[in-house]
């Protein structure tokens, strides 16, 4: 296998907690909807056997220079909510199990250019295909403000997301937001004392809307739930609580839009491995601190 790259760096959360959950058959096939650095698929690979098939998506071309010399090895660049499709492309029937870490790489946070970080200097993009046009600068200057209130308040979860967004429209009107700092050092006002958590949340609010990441996100566990052979393996790590609902209703419910009575007759998809979500140990979080919020959920196909 090649080196990873070191511009390129991520380090895996939960790596062998998921990976010890994903693989019940070393021969089997499998996929790593979020490639990113590629240590979720390198030790997926690690534990394989001859016969084993890893399928990896990812949307940022950026990751071809850290795909795994292993012809065992697919990587695919794509949303993974086009999962079914490139499995009818490569006549892949069903699958062992699919892992999906869904927070952003290391590299997406500190490369500024990207447009990510609440200190980068750099324009407000967040996209993860730099190949769409629709950037966060964009939402922010161009989008209604009943569009903007809703973003902040679904996605960003921010209760004071209708002021925010009245104060924004008006902001707006007098300047451009250039950089994700100056937007940053705008939006600060509105924190009453959790500046951090606060921008973290406000910047995750637009990254979602310009990644249409919950659309991508309910169409992968449809699809992935339709490739699984039963017993198989679904595991998601997630990292704000948004994603984290979504994932252990679609568990409980096979509805993500939390709309079906979990305890009705219809068929459930899926049964949970563990009781409770799954999180780091002290020892992971003392070596990664992007690891505090990281839940883990673990579905077997029923």
Known sequence: MSELNRDYHHV???L???VNDLITDPDGVYVDATFGGGGHSREILARLGKKGKLFAFDRDSKVLENVPDDNRFELILSDYMYLKKYMDYYKVESLHGILADLGLSSHHLDEASRGFSIHSDLPLDMRMNTEQSLTAKEIIMKYSLQQIEGIIRTYG???NAKKIAEE???ERSRR???SCKEFANWAESFSYG?????LAQLFQAFRIEVNHEIESLKAFLKQGSELLKK???MVIISYHSLEDRLVKQWFKSGDPDHLADPYSNKDIPFKSLHKQAVIPDQNELNFNSRAHSAKMRTGIKQ
């Not at 959790?194 to 606060?198: C, D, P, T, V």
């Open 176 to 178: 451009s937001f250039n």
């Open 168 to 170: 924004l429209v008006k």
């Open 157 to 159: 979860e921010l209760t």
């Open 12 to 14: 895996p959360v939960l």
């Open 194 to 198: 959790r500046k951090n958590k606060f």
């Open 16 to 18: 062998r907690e998921s």
């Open 231 to 233: 017993d198989g393996r």
